[in-house]
Each structure stands twice: as C-alpha cells, then as structure tokens.
Nanobody
Framework: QVQLVESGGGLVQAGGSLRLSCAASGRTFRRYAMGWFRQAPGKEREFVAAISWGGYQTIYGDSVKGRFSISRDNAKNTAYLQMNTLKPEDTAVYYC???????????????WGQGTQVTVSS
C-alpha cells in the first residue's frame, strides 16, 4: 500500500505557473504508475496527466496539452505536475493517484491523495 500527499497548490494569476508535488510513502514507488486528475466544483473528475513507472511514457488530457508537464523522481518518491500558462478554467482540486498493476492504464488508479487546491484568478 502507498500513501500519497499532494502539495504546491495555491492562488495564482492567469498566465502564471505552479508546480504540484505528490510525495509517496513506501520503498516501491518506482513500481507505481502515477497520474493527476482534477475536479472543479459541480464538475466530474477530469484526467490531467499520467506517467509510467520508469517515466518513459506520458499522456495528457486535451485541455492541458502543451501547458502542463508530468515528471517523476523515483529517488525522491515524488511525482510532479508543472503547470504553465494557467487559465481560470484550470481552477480545481488536483489529486494524484498511484497504480500498482503491471499493465499501464493511465485512467485507473488504486490509491489517491487528499488533493490540493489550485485557484487561478483572471
């Protein structure tokens, strides 16, 4: 089992940047595929980005392509989401997930963090 803790959220003006971190407990972080989702008030949870165990595969939601970048540092047991050119519509609670299965499904996760709020002002 793994525990996930997100951090790095906050208030930023449109056009600005933030970097979210997802710190994982345990010694087997490198075996987990990681992903980021977000949920705005009154909306369904939306896929943002995912990265495979070794970091060789990444995939992004259409709304963030070209602006967000997912990465991981297995030595630090941490996944990151670099968010650039932020827009007010990026405002949401951002959650990271970890997937333990050997087959990579970027949309399905076994464990979730508690979320971190990102607010983008216009």
């Amino acid at each position: 089992q793994v525990q996930l803790v997100e951090s790095g959220g906050g208030l930023v003006q449109a056009g600005g940047s933030l970097r979210l971190s997802c710190a994982a407990s345990g010694r087997t972080f490198r075996r987990y595929a990681m992903g980021w989702f977000r949920q705005a008030p009154g909306k369904e949870r939306e896929f943002v980005a995912a990265i495979s165990w070794g970091g060789y595969q990444t995939i992004y939601g259409d709304s963030v392509k070209g602006r967000f970048s997912i990465s991981r540092d297995n030595a630090k047991n941490t996944a990151y989401l670099q968010m650039n050119t932020l827009k007010p519509e990026d405002t949401a609670v951002y959650y990271c997930g970890a997937r333990e299965s050997t087959d990579w499904n970027p949309y399905d996760y076994d464990y979730w963090g508690q979320g971190t709020q990102v607010t983008v002002s216009s």
